[in-house]
């Protein structure tokens, strides 16, 4: 499973705790036929009706109460105490962990209209939305776009008898907009929810966000924008950025949380920016997007990181990068050396001239002190290098000698900005024919052989 079907997977979790935070979750009651079933607008039942509702409602077992229901409705098909049924069942098939059965007898409930008083259709629709979340529709269901839209519809009606509830007298409009909080919160994770299934990613962003006007410290929901925002045509990838860092820094956001993010959100940014941007400035990146996030509530307007096009352009031009192009861009600071570094550096530079100044022996590796030259004038000035590059599986570079040319082949790997301006570079070979050739030991003198007395003849 991959990193975003994890993630996604919490925005689930996160709608499932709210039912136990609502203190709007009231089951209404039938009013006992001598109280106000004669009102004018009052409902029209009768004595055996009203026992047999309440029979109902005396029920504790799941099952039990379903078997009186369906009784009762099988009895009374047009009952105005259908209002009263429903939640029943809803309330049963909750128990029983049956979210088609739920979603099925709210919308039966809310399908009542204004028979209903908007606390009990708020109910439906609470009930409903708890489903849909369980529900866990995926984009290869065939019946995906159909729940989806239900449940998005539905939850945007809660919305809307959400604020149809009058405010109880003994409760203060602080409490009451308390109460609300933890409904309206899951009623726009539904709708944003079944928005990302049905692709309406705006519609997603905006429903992500009204969580966020309610809850600035949600994590999931930061995630959720983020992860609206990525999915677009064209993605927008700076907003997902901000608002996947957005999520990493929330206070809500456990360790567990901010750490999986963050991960994610790394490999988003090498991968924007074509995964060959050396490691080191893909964390400072990071880094920096992170200390902005949590210092700012909304992205700033200037904050932007070049993409792997934009790269690419600097790299292959026109005018095609050199090192001597790279050097004097790095020279020059600003945004410029910013794109220009992030471009050059673990890239390979072939014979980088230079003029020699100091060898530093070592055992795996020799370094080598270069002045970086490009011209004659430069090359008889030159007194201290500001590059210094290893030279790995070539001994012989060490007999390259103080003062002269040296041409290199190797990785760009890191620099240091003025007014101490260094490259440094890795993995480097020097030109063979830059080396000395080893001087051969010294030939040992020829002895001449003692000359002997001819031997003595016989005599």
């Known amino acids: 499973?991959?990193?975003?079907?994890?993630?996604?997977?919490?925005?689930?979790?996160?709608?499932?705790?709210?039912?136990?935070?609502?203190?709007?979750?009231?089951?209404?009651?039938?009013?006992?036929?001598?109280?106000?079933?004669?009102?004018?607008?009052?409902?029209?039942?009768?004595?055996?009706?009203?026992?047999?509702?309440?029979?109902?409602?005396?029920?504790?077992?799941?099952?039990?109460?379903?078997?009186?229901?369906?009784?009762?409705?099988?009895?009374?098909?047009?009952?105005?105490?259908?209002?009263?049924?429903?939640?029943?069942?809803?309330?049963?098939?909750?128990?029983?962990?049956?979210?088609?059965?739920?979603?099925?007898?709210?919308?039966?409930?809310?399908?009542?209209?204004?028979?209903?008083?908007?606390?009990?259709?708020?109910?439906?629709?609470?009930?409903?939305?708890?489903?849909?979340?369980?529900?866990?529709?995926?984009?290869?269901?065939?019946?995906?776009?159909?729940?989806?839209?239900?449940?998005?519809?539905?939850?945007?009606?809660?919305?809307?008898?959400?604020?149809?509830?009058?405010?109880?007298?003994?409760?203060?409009?602080?409490?009451?907009?308390?109460?609300?909080?933890?409904?309206?919160?899951?009623?726009?994770?539904?709708?944003?929810?079944?928005?990302?299934?049905?692709?309406?990613?705006?519609?997603?962003?905006?429903?992500?966000?009204?969580?966020?006007?309610?809850?600035?410290?949600?994590?999931?929901?930061?995630?959720?924008?983020?992860?609206?925002?990525?999915?677009?045509?064209?993605?927008?990838?700076?907003?997902?950025?901000?608002?996947?860092?957005?999520?990493?820094?929330?206070?809500?956001?456990t360790e567990a949380q901010a750490k999986q993010i963050k991960t994610y959100l790394r490999k988003l940014i090498a991968n924007y920016q074509g995964g060959n941007v050396c490691d080191s400035l893909t964390d400072a990146e990071l880094n920096e997007l992170l200390q902005l996030a949590g210092t700012s509530a909304e992205r700033p307007e200037s904050y932007k990181l070049p993409s792997s096009a934009d790269l690419d352009a600097v790299r292959n031009g026109p005018p095609v990068m050199t090192i001597a192009s790279v050097v004097t861009d790095l020279k020059a600071g600003g945004d410029k050396a910013k794109i220009t570094w992030l471009a050059a550096c673990g890239l390979e530079f072939p014979e980088v001239p230079g003029k020699l100044i100091e060898v530093v022996p070592g055992t795996d590796a020799i370094v080598l002190k270069i002045a970086f030259v490009t011209s004659d004038d430069e090359f008889e000035k030159a007194t201290t290098p500001n590059m210094d590059v290893k030279a790995v599986g070539q001994p012989d570079a060490a007999r390259v000698e103080k003062d002269n040319v040296v041409h290199f082949t190797g990785t760009l790997v890191g620099y240091d900005p003025d007014p101490a301006f260094f490259l440094h570079w890795e993995k480097a070979k020097v030109k063979e024919e830059d080396i000395p050739k080893e001087k051969g030991a010294p030939k040992k003198p020829v002895r001449k052989p003692v000359a002997r007395k001819p031997a003595a003849k016989p005599s």
């Open 1 to 253: 499973m991959n990193a975003t079907r994890r993630l996604a997977g919490l925005a689930m979790v996160a709608t499932l705790f709210l039912i136990a935070e609502s203190g709007l979750s009231v089951f209404a009651q039938a009013p006992a036929t001598g109280q106000d079933a004669s009102a004018a607008k009052g409902p029209k039942y009768t004595q055996a009706e009203y026992n047999a509702e309440q029979a109902c409602a005396a029920e504790k077992v799941p099952a039990t109460v379903i078997k009186c229901a369906d009784d009762f409705v099988s009895k009374y098909p047009n009952s105005d105490l259908l209002v009263y049924i429903y939640p029943l069942y809803f309330s049963a098939y909750t128990q029983l962990k049956n979210p088609q059965k739920v979603i099925e007898y709210a919308d039966k409930l809310v399908a009542l209209g204004d028979k209903a008083e908007p606390g009990v259709r708020y109910q439906a629709l609470y009930a409903r939305a708890l489903s849909c979340a369980s529900l866990n529709i995926k984009d290869t269901d065939p019946s995906a776009k159909d729940n989806a839209t239900k449940c998005r519809d539905a939850a945007q009606l809660g919305l809307k008898t959400l604020d149809e509830i009058k405010k109880p007298d003994t409760t203060s409009v602080e409490d009451f907009a308390k109460q609300k909080q933890a409904p309206a919160i899951l009623f726009n994770y539904t709708a944003g929810n079944a928005a990302m299934t049905l692709k309406d990613y705006a519609a997603a962003v905006a429903s992500f966000k009204a969580v966020l006007a309610l809850n600035p410290d949600d994590p999931v929901a930061y995630y959720n924008v983020g992860r609206a925002y990525q999915a677009m045509t064209p993605p927008q990838q700076m907003d997902a950025f901000w608002y996947f860092a957005k999520a990493v820094t929330a206070k809500g956001a």
